[in-house]
């Protein structure tokens, strides 16, 4: 079973980028999907997008389009997820979690344990 | 793409059944077998409950099951118990090749 161990909390201003990691454990990383999943303050989960660490190729929600960039490690088995342009609204606790290796594998597991952004002047 | 709605909080007493809906269109929830449930303890990352509409996980009790009829989906919990308590989302693959969530509805145990 695959473990994603996540970066530690960040404080950005608001317009400057933030970039949080994701470390897989396990064999199956270059085969897995991972995607980056937030949730504002008292509010609930919004899909970012996703990406395939085996080829790199990512899909992104209309929403982060021209503001999202996800890449990946293969050598040390982590994805990563760039944000510009941060604005308050941006402050949330951002999750990475896999869809695993399997293309009609559509559900969520594992999970990060969460990375806290916070937006603030 | 709009998220799934799911009703704000539903309420229930220890060993009674509830269920929390979710809808969506033809284009996520009605159109594929690939809904998913989560619970979401304050503070903690979400968990899978239920997967491909009404599959449980190992480890999972089987008084969550899941179902799907038309584009709402649902998710039964049985015989509550206190540590049901927690926030539920249901979740959908969409025609885009995105996914979507539910806004989440907070279960409260009387």
């Known amino acids: 079973q695959v473990q994603l161990v996540q970066s530690g909390a960040e404080v950005k201003k608001p317009g400057a980028s933030v970039k949080i990691s994701c470390k897989a454990s396990g064999d199956t990383f270059t085969s897995s999907y991972m995607h980056w999943v937030r949730q504002a303050p008292g509010q609930g989960l919004e899909w970012m997008g996703i990406i395939n660490p085996s080829g790199g190729s990512t899909n992104y929600a209309q929403k982060f389009q021209g503001r999202v960039t996800m890449t990946r490690d293969t050598s040390t088995s982590t994805v990563y997820m760039e944000l510009s342009s941060l604005t308050s609204e941006d402050t949330a606790v951002y999750y990475c979690a896999s869809t695993g290796y399997s293309s009609s594998r559509k559900w969520f597991d594992p999970w990060g344990q969460g990375t806290l952004v916070t937006v603030s002047s | 793409q709009s998220a799934l709605t799911q009703p704000a909080s539903v309420s229930g007493s220890p060993g009674q059944s509830i269920t929390i809906s979710c809808t969506g269109t033809?284009?996520?929830?009605?159109?594929?077998?690939?809904v998913s449930w989560y619970q979401q303890h304050p503070g903690k990352a979400p968990k899978l409950m239920i997967y491909?509409?009404?599959k449980r996980p190992s480890g999972v009790s089987n008084r969550f099951s899941g179902s799907k009829s038309g584009n709402t989906a649902s998710l039964t919990i049985s015989g509550l118990q206190a540590e049901d308590e927690a926030d539920y989302y249901c979740?959908?693959?969409?025609?885009?090749?995105?996914?979507?969530f539910g806004g989440g509805t907070k279960l409260t145990v009387l």
């Open positions: 491909d509409v009404s």
């Open positions: 979740s959908s693959y969409t025609s885009s090749s995105s996914w979507v």
């Open positions: 033809s284009s996520d929830v009605g159109g594929y077998n690939y």
